[in-house]
């Protein structure tokens, strides 16, 4: 499935005036090409407001962030309580998105003058609510002083920035239809790994039991190693990305006290007297073969 953008990224330095890009945690590793593609952009100018509208990809699949921008600073707009004005949306999410724009067009059509006198106390016209994974979105067309307009506030189930936009209600309509012909170019299909995941292994060693179970989440796939010990219980998560990396390090590890177990295991069984012809300890024994030796837990077999 895909991930999107957690908030705390950077603004595209050849679109937006500013600083590069870091978007939904997928950093740029030294030396590699970024790990975020950009697909298409649609710029929309509703009123006073500036939108941008981007399809981006990144190893969970693709997305679409939709940004508006602030013409005296060329960033992202941060509004008074210090949120930014920018959402991220799945491209499955995305078309559920134009539906509603759809419907809450609709509605807007059908209401009459504004009327100070009748507005809600929250100002709220009509409100829905759209669940990914992890993270809500909430749409709310409101009334104030300044008019209608319709606030997408996107929130974290885990905690996290919170962010939003707002968009005037007369322009509902070309941002449904700009974010139709994104989603006509590049489908509702979010991405990501679809096939069937490794079943989970067991290891059983003296009163231990390690369990390593693979899933999947909106970060991407992830191996899970679990130590149960009577009522003790603890986990590690290993992203999918630096399996080869975290099983590099333990095969270096296993070899190297391969290596010191066969050197303590020769120093037992006797070896040269400096400065002599004998041996020490007894009779020498041969030294125990590579075959003899366990590469995962590193065990020689007990010769003596």
């Avoid at 509703?46 to 005296?72: H, T």
């Amino acid at each position: 499935m895909s991930d999107i953008g957690s908030g705390d990224e950077g603004i595209n330095s050849q679109k937006y005036h500013g600083q590069g890009m870091d978007a939904g945690g997928n950093n740029f590793d030294s030396g590699q090409q970024p790990q975020e593609q950009e697909l298409a952009t649609k710029m929309l100018q509703i009123q006073s407001k500036r939108f941008y509208l981007d399809v981006k990809q990144n190893r969970r699949g693709r997305f679409i962030k939709v940004a508006e921008i602030d013409d005296r600073t060329g960033y992202v707009r941060i509004g008074a309580d210090g949120r930014r004005s920018q959402i991220f949306l799945a491209m499955s999410t995305a078309a559920e998105f134009r539906d509603h724009l759809s419907s809450f067009s609709d509605f807007y059509s059908s209401l009459g003058p504004p009327n100070p006198d009748n507005v809600p106390d929250d100002g709220k016209l009509k409100s829905e609510m759209m669940l990914k994974d992890n993270r809500r979105y909430y749409l709310d067309l409101k009334e104030n002083s300044r008019g209608r307009f319709l606030r997408v506030s996107q929130t974290i189930t885990r905690g996290g920035p919170r962010s939003q936009i707002a968009l005037p209600a007369q322009g509902m309509i070309e941002f449904r239809d700009a974010l139709t012909d994104l989603l006509d170019d590049f489908g509702t299909d979010d991405g990501g790994f679809k096939g069937e995941l490794p079943e989970g292994r067991h290891l059983r060693v003296d009163n231990k039991n390690f369990y390593f179970d693979i899933g999947q989440n909106n970060r991407g796939i992830y191996m899970k190693v679990s130590e149960v010990k009577s009522n003790f219980r603890t986990a590690i998560t290993v992203p999918e990305k630096c399996w080869t990396r975290f099983r590099d390090i333990l095969a270096d590890y296993c070899d190297k006290m391969c290596r010191a177990h066969q050197q303590n295991a020769e120093n037992h069984q006797g070896g040269p007297i400096p400065g002599g012809s004998g041996v020490r300890g007894g009779p020498s024994q041969p030294a125990p073969s590579s075959s003899d030796i366990d590469t995962f837990s590193c065990n020689v077999p007990n010769r003596i």
